[in-house]
């Protein structure tokens, strides 16, 4: 683990600002397994990102824990990690901060 140097982590670092440090890893951190076998973390604890289209053609992006199919699960732990810009760059976050980092709203989503 390194601090960022790829320029499309360094934008996400950029977006983050310094509260937020955005690493790198020689392994892959494509999925939420890869990702948390390289962090040392649980897959429960990585934040995994879904895109939607709500019935009115709008785009809905849930974030969810890397463990579960969709669920707000995610909200339960102190710390989470997710993506930077590559399939090898991540930033630890708390859930809390989610919401204003993405201007969005905690909700319950499941398949219906």
Known sequence: MKPATSP???????????????LEFDAGTRTAEDAAAAIGCTAAE???SLVFRAASG???????????RIDESLMTFPEVWAAA?????????????????????VAAVKRQ
């Not at 709008?58 to 579960?68: D, T």
């Open 58 to 68: 709008r785009p809905v992006l849930v974030v969810a824990s890397g463990a579960h």
């Open 46 to 48: 990585i934040a995994k």
């Open 8 to 22: 499309s982590a360094l934008k996400v670092q950029a977006a983050l600002g310094p509260r937020f440090e955005v």
């Open 85 to 105: 810009g590559t399939p090898n760059a991540v930033f630890r976050l708390t859930p809390a901060d989610l919401v204003p980092l993405t201007g969005g709203t």
